[in-house]
Every structure is written in structure tokens, then in C-alpha cells.
């Protein structure tokens, strides 16, 4: 059995928090048609905006891929 270090525990907590956005990414790229560069850059940039302010967190990859979706089409 191996121990896990603080950096393996903190990397798997990361990868737990990361992984609904990158499906969230998955889903725009497939539903909006466009690059996973296009979308993954717009989806950071409103990741990072409302991240400052919102305290619940569970909620994110939702709120964030409506803005992005939004802001994607109206680019269009």
C-alpha cells in the first residue's frame, strides 16, 4: 500500500474539482460546434470572473457554461 504525500492529495483534490469543468468544456464543444481551443479559452476566462465572487462552488461548471454558451453565440 502506498502513502499518499500532501502533493498527491492535493493534485487528486484539484483533479476531483477540475474534472466537471472539463466535461462541461466537453459538452460545449460538442453541442456549439466550435474548437475545444475557442470554447476552453472562453470558458477560463468566465471560470476566473465568477470564480472570484461565488461561494458555493458545486453550482460553477453550470453557471459558467451558460455565460460562455451565451457569449459564444452572440460572437457568431
Excluded: C, W
Excluded at 70 to 75: G, K, T, Y
Aim: aromatic share 4%; net charge positive; hydrophobic share 35%.
Amino acid at each position: 500500500m502506498q502513502n499518499q504525500t500532501a502533493a498527491d492529495t492535493s493534485r487528486n483534490m484539484y483533479d476531483k474539482e477540475k474534472e466537471p469543468h472539463v466535461h462541461a468544456v466537453d459538452r460545449l464543444v460538442h453541442e456549439l460546434g466550435l474548437s475545444a481551443e475557442e470554447v476552453n479559452k472562453s470558458y477560463r476566462e468566465v471560470l476566473a470572473e465568477l470564480n472570484k465572487d461565488i461561494k458555493v462552488k458545486t453550482f460553477l461548471p453550470i453557471l459558467v457554461s451558460r455565460v460562455v454558451k451565451q457569449r459564444l453565440l452572440q460572437q457568431r
